[in-house]
Structure formats: structure tokens, C-alpha cells
């Protein structure tokens, strides 16, 4: 079984400032990761995903995140938030074996003036 | 190129009642999952169809049903519904089974009263 762990509910952040929204899974078989983004009243936008290969991913919207596997931490970055960043933010993860994602619990991400 | 489209976008319906659910996938896409999101449980995984066959399913009661039709639409049924259903329903659509992308519709807000 996988589990997801995204450890702040909520991050308010100025506008331009940098922005860290932490992720932590854990699973017995490896997995793929991934970044959804929810605005309100909408469904979910993939961001970015992690399957393989350099562990520094880049995503649509200025969006990156970095795989740490002896950590098992997905951590997505943005160096300057914009205040339409304002959204609610995913971690999910899916086992190579069968195609179910598995999300934590969000962050809200606030971005302000 | 059309994105998922989930039919209907609202629906109010009353305790023991029955309710059912569309999801028309990107065309092309053969397979189809639906989530269920609830402030108190957040994102959970319901079943995947590929190819008018069930392949994954979460841990829901039986009252949670599926199908997929050979166009790849999908709809999800749910019976004697109870107060706990109220969720935002999405569907998500990717290429073939064991996707490494899925596209997410608008979801479906059930309110159960």
C-alpha cells in the first residue's frame, strides 16, 4: 500500500517570494510521483510528474520538484509565486503495477500582495 | 481536442435514492477512473475501466458501481445513497491502462439531503 503525507495544510506567501510545498510517501514498490493542481471549482491539473531518470523534474507554470529517494520526498518549488498560484496543491503517487493514484491531503497555497 | 467531460455538473438528490454519473474521456483515451473528493477524506480512488473491463478498484462499498462502454464512456452509479456521498466526483481519463498521465474532468458535485 502508498501513503502521502503533505505536511502543511495551508502556506501563505507574498507575491514574488519563493515557495516550498512539501510531499512525503511512502510505499513498499516503487512508484511514480506526481503534482496536481485544483483551482477552485475545477478539477485537477498535472503540474508535473516524476517516472524515471534526472530527479530534478520541471513543470508547466514555473513549477519544479525534486525526488529524493533515501528520503522518499517529492518537494515542489517555484522561485517567484504570482498571485493566480493561489490554488490548492497535490502530491499523489501510483505504484508501477496499477493505475491508481493515491493523493495527500493538499496544501492551500495563498499568495498575496 | 475536447477534454473529459462529466454530465451533470450539479445534482441535489435525497437519502436512498439512487444516482448515476457520467464521464465522457479525451477522445482516444481508453482508460477511465473516477475519485471521489470530500473535505473529510479528501482524494480517494473509486475504480478504473479500461477497455469496458474493471481493473482496479478501491475500497468503497458495493453500493459504488461502474461501467465503460465500447466508445470508452463511463458512468458510475451509486445506490441508496446516504448523507456521506455529498463529494465532488472526478473522472480521469488517460491513453491505456498503467497511464503515466491523466487528464481530469470537472467533476461532478453531488449534495445528498
Known amino acids: 500500500a502508498q501513503s502521502v503525507t503533505q505536511l502543511d495544510s495551508q502556506v501563505p506567501v507574498f507575491e514574488e517570494a519563493p515557495v516550498e510545498l512539501r510531499c512525503n510517501y511512502s510505499?513498499?514498490?516503487?512508484?511514480?510521483l506526481f503534482w496536481y493542481v485544483q483551482y477552485p471549482n475545477q478539477g485537477l491539473q498535472l503540474l508535473l510528474k516524476y517516472l524515471s531518470g534526472s530527479t530534478l523534474v520541471k513543470g508547466i507554470n514555473g513549477f519544479e520538484a525534486e525526488f529524493n529517494k533515501s528520503q522518499t520526498s517529492f518537494h515542489l518549488r517555484k522561485p517567484s509565486v504570482h498571485i493566480s498560484d493561489t490554488a490548492e496543491y497535490f502530491c499523489?503517487?501510483?505504484?508501477?503495477?496499477?493505475?491508481?493514484?493515491?493523493f495527500g491531503t493538499g496544501t492551500r497555497l495563498q499568495v498575496t500582495l | 481536442k475536447a477534454g473529459v467531460t462529466q454530465t451533470p455538473r450539479y445534482l441535489i438528490k435525497t437519502r436512498g435514492q439512487q444516482v448515476t454519473l457520467s464521464c465522457s474521456p479525451i477522445?482516444?483515451?481508453?482508460?477511465v477512473s473516477w475519485y471521489q473528493q470530500t473535505p473529510g477524506q479528501g482524494l480517494q480512488f473509486l475504480f478504473e475501466y479500461f477497455s469496458e473491463t474493471q481493473r482496479n478498484k478501491g475500497n468503497f462499498p458495493g453500493r459504488f458501481s461502474g461501467r465503460q462502454f465500447s466508445n470508452s464512456r463511463s458512468e458510475m452509479n451509486v445506490s441508496t445513497l446516504e448523507l456521506g456521498d455529498s463529494a465532488l466526483y472526478l473522472c480521469?481519463?488517460?491513453?491505456?491502462?498503467?497511464?503515466?498521465?491523466?487528464?481530469f474532468g470537472q467533476g461532478t458535485r453531488l449534495t445528498v439531503v
Open positions: 499523489a503517487v501510483m505504484p508501477g503495477t496499477a493505475s491508481k493514484l493515491t
Open positions: 477522445s482516444g483515451h481508453r482508460s
Open positions: 510505499s513498499s514498490v516503487s512508484v511514480y
Open positions: 480521469a481519463s488517460s491513453k491505456d491502462s498503467g497511464f503515466t498521465e491523466a487528464f
